[in-house]
């Protein structure tokens, strides 16, 4: 079985920039499998920031970014804030109705 | 408002019954597939269901094909999950989602607990 793959944990400065990445165990990932991004604060439920790669959902300030880079479908943070210490997810679309998340990434911002 | 809110969790006996719901509203609910995705106690989650706009299509998860059922009533604008035969690692939070292709809405869960 295909295991989606996170960082399992990252640290940012406050004010700098990082990107979070969301590959595949085996192939490459493309917009052909929808990827989508997630924050999650402890407590609450997990809050969209993109889907389809690069589609913003509403509310989602400019400094979060999608995109494919390379092989794996990437999360970049602009100007990282204390805010946005959370835990991110990826999932990425197999088809047959098949969706797998990434482990997530628990981001530090120190 | 565009929300959804998921109902009908709680704390039952393995090989027990619970049914989910989840309420949608602030949007044309028969125009989109629904999902529902649990968080486990480690955080993990999985897309356990998924069901057509139609109710034509379903799809289920390896680890719960056969024992969980999936529909919704567009009349109502609500989306269930049946679930039956309830295990222990089936405790988590359920969520309902908007379908992760084209959309982003998530309600804020339910938490189904299957212990003796």
């Known amino acids: 079985q295909t295991v989606v793959t996170q960082e399992p944990s990252f640290s940012v400065s406050p004010g700098g920039t990082i990107t979070l990445t969301c590959g595949l165990s085996s192939g490459s990932v493309s917009t052909n499998y929808y990827p989508g991004w997630y924050q999650q604060t402890p407590g609450q439920a997990p809050r969209t920031l993109f889907y389809s790669t690069n589609t913003r959902s509403s509310g989602v300030p400019d400094r979060f970014s999608g995109s494919i880079l390379g092989n794996k479908a990437a999360l970049t943070i602009t100007g990282a804030q204390a805010d946005d210490e959370s835990d991110y997810y990826c999932v990425l679309y197999m088809g047959s109705g098949n969706w797998v998340f990434g482990g997530g990434t628990k981001l530090t911002v120190l | 408002e565009v929300r959804l809110v998921e109902s009908g969790g709680g704390l039952v006996q393995p090989g027990g019954s619970l049914r989910l719901s989840c309420a949608a509203s602030?949007?044309?609910?028969?125009?989109?597939?629904m999902f529902w995705v649990r968080q486990g106690p480690g955080k993990e989650l999985t897309c356990i269901s998924q069901?057509?706009?139609?109710?034509?299509?379903?799809y289920y998860a390896d680890s719960v094909r056969g024992r969980f059922t999936i529909s919704r009533d567009n009349t109502k604008s609500t989306l269930y999950l049946q679930m039956n035969s309830l295990r222990a690692e089936d405790t988590a939070v359920y969520y309902c989602?908007?379908?992760?292709?084209?959309?982003?809405?998530w309600g804020q869960g339910t938490l189904v607990t299957v212990s003796s």
């Open positions: 989602t908007t379908d992760l292709r084209v959309s982003g809405l």
């Open positions: 069901i057509s706009h139609d109710e034509t299509t379903t």
């Open positions: 602030g949007f044309t609910f028969s125009n989109y597939w």
